[in-house]
């Protein structure tokens, strides 16, 4: 068994641990809060949502192009706060599909996001700012390919394979200061390091790593603001930036804004629109931009 795969299994086992560890962490901590203080107890959260999109045309004069997508996701939080210590974890997997016209189906959404972080919360800390660690994780499930260009210096023939499970996958470790004044709204500062791994050999140039760098390793600074608002009832606003300015690059931090604007339908119908901007210099020197739109039920485990 070669030196790569065995990186990848470990990987992968690693991967799917910390989320089974996340998921039993919560039943724990359910199921310990029916007896607990309440102000000690586990807040919880696990959503399950199915959401898609068909397009059809028969005999439009205008033209069109027929599609079908579809898109799983998998969302959940769980935070408890303790006289001395608060910990707060987080769980986000998506996987969509699309199927346009004559082409083969097409990957339209992947993602993997692990978090936890912990915070002291005894008598030394300043008010609303406390000493904060924290640890996340971010990858994909399957290949990905560019059907439209090959972003490579290299000649290879379209559709070009991208991406997969562990390329890239992305450690970001942190310590700092975190300052909470209320529900809605976080900030994160410390220092931190972030480790790029690209473990298919072919794909590392594309992200930054050398071509024998399987673990590229960056040390630098990094800030994370978050805020959610109630914009009326039934409609959820949900922001996170964030920024790692490594300290050889610090002129050109990476940078990821994520939102999510969510209005309920009812209680199991949903509409969801998010957008992602991320900048990387490693990668390329423009920003990159996605966004995705949809229709759906969900399911609310916990």
Same mark, same amino acid.
């Not at 931090?253 to 939102?259: E, L, M, Q, S, V």
């Given at each position: 068994?070669?030196?790569?795969?065995?990186?990848?299994?470990?990987?992968?086992?690693?991967?799917?641990?910390?989320?089974?560890?996340?998921?039993?962490?919560?039943?724990?901590?359910?199921?310990?809060?029916?007896?607990?203080?309440?102000?000690?107890?586990?807040?919880?959260?696990?959503?399950?949502?199915?959401?898609?999109?068909?397009?059809?045309?028969?005999?439009?004069?205008?033209?069109?192009?027929?599609?079908?997508?579809?898109?799983?996701?998998?969302?959940?939080?769980?935070?408890?706060?303790?006289?001395?210590?608060?910990?707060?974890?987080?769980?986000?997997?998506?996987?969509?599909?699309?199927?346009?016209?004559?082409?083969?189906?097409?990957?339209?959404?992947?993602?993997?996001?692990?978090?936890?972080?912990?915070?002291?919360?005894?008598? %030394?800390?300043?008010?609303? +700012?406390?000493?904060? #660690?924290? !640890? /996340?994780?971010?990858? *994909? =499930?399957?290949?990905?390919?560019?059907?439209?260009?090959?972003?490579?210096?290299?000649?290879?023939?379209?559709?070009?394979?991208?991406?997969?499970?562990?390329?890239?996958?992305?450690?970001?470790?942190?310590?700092?200061?975190?300052?909470?004044?209320?529900?809605?709204?976080?900030?994160?500062?410390?220092?931190?390091?972030?480790?790029?791994?690209?473990?298919?050999?072919?794909?590392?140039?594309?992200?930054?790593?050398?071509?024998?760098?399987?673990?590229?390793?960056?040390?630098?600074?990094?800030?994370?603001?978050?805020?959610?608002?109630?914009?009326?009832?039934?409609?959820?606003?949900?922001?996170?930036?964030?920024?790692?300015?490594?300290?050889?690059?610090?002129?050109?931090?990476?940078?990821?804004?994520?939102?999510?604007?969510?209005?309920?339908?009812?209680?199991?119908?949903?509409? %969801?629109?998010?957008?992602? +901007?991320?900048?990387? #210099?490693? !990668? /390329?020197?423009?920003? *990159? =931009?996605?966004?995705?739109?949809?229709?759906?039920?969900?399911?609310?485990?916990?």
């Amino acid at each position: 068994m070669s030196y790569s795969l065995r990186i990848y299994n470990v990987m992968r086992r690693k991967v799917f641990a910390g989320i089974a560890i996340i998921a039993f962490s919560a039943t724990i901590g359910t199921a310990a809060a029916q007896d607990a203080d309440s102000s000690h107890a586990w807040v919880s959260s696990l959503v399950f949502d199915l959401s898609g999109a068909q397009v059809g045309f028969d005999n439009w004069v205008e033209g069109g192009t027929n599609s079908l997508a579809g898109n799983v996701g998998l969302t959940g939080v769980w935070d408890q706060t303790t006289s001395s210590w608060s910990q707060h974890y987080e769980v986000n997997l998506s996987y969509g599909l699309i199927k346009q016209d004559t082409l083969e189906i097409r990957k339209a959404k992947d993602e993997i996001y692990l978090l936890a972080a912990w915070s002291r919360e005894n008598d %030394t800390s300043t008010g609303v +700012i406390h000493p904060t #660690a924290g !640890v /996340s994780f971010r990858s *994909q =499930f399957a290949r990905g390919y560019n059907y439209d260009k090959n972003p490579f210096e290299e000649s290879r023939d379209l559709p070009v394979l991208v991406s997969q499970f562990m390329s890239p996958g992305i450690f970001l470790e942190s310590i700092g200061m975190s300052w909470t004044p209320n529900d809605w709204f976080s900030q994160h500062l410390g220092l931190a390091s972030k480790q790029t791994i690209i473990l298919e050999e072919d794909l590392r140039t594309l992200y930054g790593n050398e071509l024998d760098e399987e673990v590229r390793v960056e040390v630098g600074l990094d800030a994370i603001t978050r805020m959610k608002i109630d914009v009326a009832e039934n409609i959820k606003y949900e922001t996170s930036l964030g920024l790692f300015a490594a300290f050889d690059q610090l002129e050109k931090p990476d940078t990821r804004w994520d939102n999510t604007i969510t209005m309920r339908v009812n209680g199991w119908m949903r509409m %969801t629109f998010d957008w992602t +901007i991320l900048f990387d #210099a490693d !990668v /390329s020197d423009k920003a *990159q =931009f996605r966004e995705t739109f949809g229709v759906g039920i969900t399911y609310t485990i916990l």
